[in-house]
């Protein structure tokens, strides 16, 4: 908004040339999203203490648990509100990517809104119904998918799936990438709401894909870096890095908040939505297999749940002592400081790796 304003109301470009930095407008957004959360948070949380919105624990999970019963719930809509303002306000609102992706930011936030109104204001333990809530996802991914692919149509990547450390192999899906798109997005909600059941645990690997996918758009949507590391030119995708800076700013701030122990949950409003951003994201930089070792700790959360109910259902023994996997080192006697942190470290870890193989390729 801003950057709309100052150029077309013709002030004085020695004043407003910078504003034409991406890399400027980012460090603005990070801050006003952070400035957002830490100013609003306290009063939020107060607020939903007052009308005993807290988060219902599960009678069946690690006993430790259950103390926080209570524990106020939805700051993902800090997150979120923080990430949408910030986004408004210093990023290009002619971009396509840009329009996308708040779109979907703002449809996942209404179906986690939904589900935690269910439980929390409520009281029904089941919220959303399951099928309500994966009709929903997919509809709005599928939304995102079909604009993606409009918006690129003509555009000589279009289509076109890449490899980690390959350079010189791809593989052109077609039509066929609306459906990889809209699997992703849903995929990555879902997985890093599975991975939010530690106070911080979800947070903390979401920053870090937020500072990697800040780092991945700015050098797909450079066409001299990308041209040097040999990895896919994305015309407009540049303007991503406001976004991606917006929500590292948020995600930050609401970390001081969700530290063990954690003064507010994100709730499935936070999780869903931050989840298929990250999905967006992967998908808009070209990054969706990448995305699999970049997200790895939301992976290992998933396949520790599908292969826990695969087991049972078809031996009736569990692999696990608890699903997902974070429960299972709880239960092993780990404390829950230490799960996290460790987890936080295998996420750092994993966006290394991710990373070197930009030079790789």
């Known amino acids: 908004m801003i950057y709309w304003l100052l150029f077309e109301l013709g002030i004085d470009p020695r004043f407003t040339n910078v504003f034409k930095y991406q890399s400027f407008r980012s460090g603005l957004a990070a801050l006003t999203a952070f400035i957002f959360v830490i100013f609003l948070g306290p009063k939020f949380i107060a607020r939903m203490k007052a009308k005993q919105f807290g988060q219902a624990i599960r009678s069946d999970g690690p006993k430790s648990h259950l103390k926080k019963t209570g524990t106020p719930t939805m700051g993902g809509l800090l997150i979120i509100g923080a990430l949408v303002f910030s986004t408004l306000l210093w990023g290009d609102l002619s971009n396509h990517y840009l329009i996308a992706i708040l779109f979907l930011s703002i449809a996942f936030t209404a179906i986690g809104f939904l589900d935690d109104y269910l439980k929390v204001i409520r009281k029904d333990p089941k919220g959303l119904a399951s099928r309500w809530k994966f009709l929903l996802q997919i509809v709005f991914a599928l939304m995102t998918a079909i604009a993606i692919q409009f918006v690129q149509e003509g ?16 593989l052109n899906i077609g039509l066929w990438y609306i459906g990889l798109t809209t699997l992703v997005i849903v995929a990555s909600s879902n997985a890093v709401n599975l991975t939010d059941g530690l106070d911080g645990l979800a947070i903390g690997p979401c920053i870090v894909c937020c500072a990697s996918f800040f780092l991945l758009t700015y050098l797909g949507g450079n066409l001299k870096f990308s041209d040097y590391l040999q990895i896919p030119y994305v015309p407009q995708l540049g303007e991503l890095t406001v976004f991606c800076s917006a929500a590292l700013g948020g995600a930050i701030a609401f970390l001081w ?35 699999i070792i970049l997200g790895g700790i939301f992976v290992f959360e998933t396949v520790s749940v599908i292969l826990q109910v695969a087991s049972f259902k078809l031996t009736g023994k569990r692999i696990f002592r ?18 996290i942190v460790r987890f936080w470290i295998i996420s750092f870890a994993l966006a290394v790796i991710a990373l070197s193989t930009l030079k790789l390729r």
């Open 257 to 291: 908040f969700n530290s063990y122990p954690a003064e507010i949950f994100m709730g499935d409003v936070g999780s869903l939505s931050l989840g298929a951003i990250l999905g967006t994201l992967a998908v808009l930089s070209k990054n969706e297999l990448l995305f």
């Open 322 to 339: 608890m699903a997902p996997i974070h429960h299972h080192f709880e239960l092993k006697g780990w404390s829950e400081p230490k799960v």
């Open 155 to 170: 555009w000589s990547g279009q289509g076109i799936l890449y490899f980690p450390f390959l350079k010189d192999f791809t």
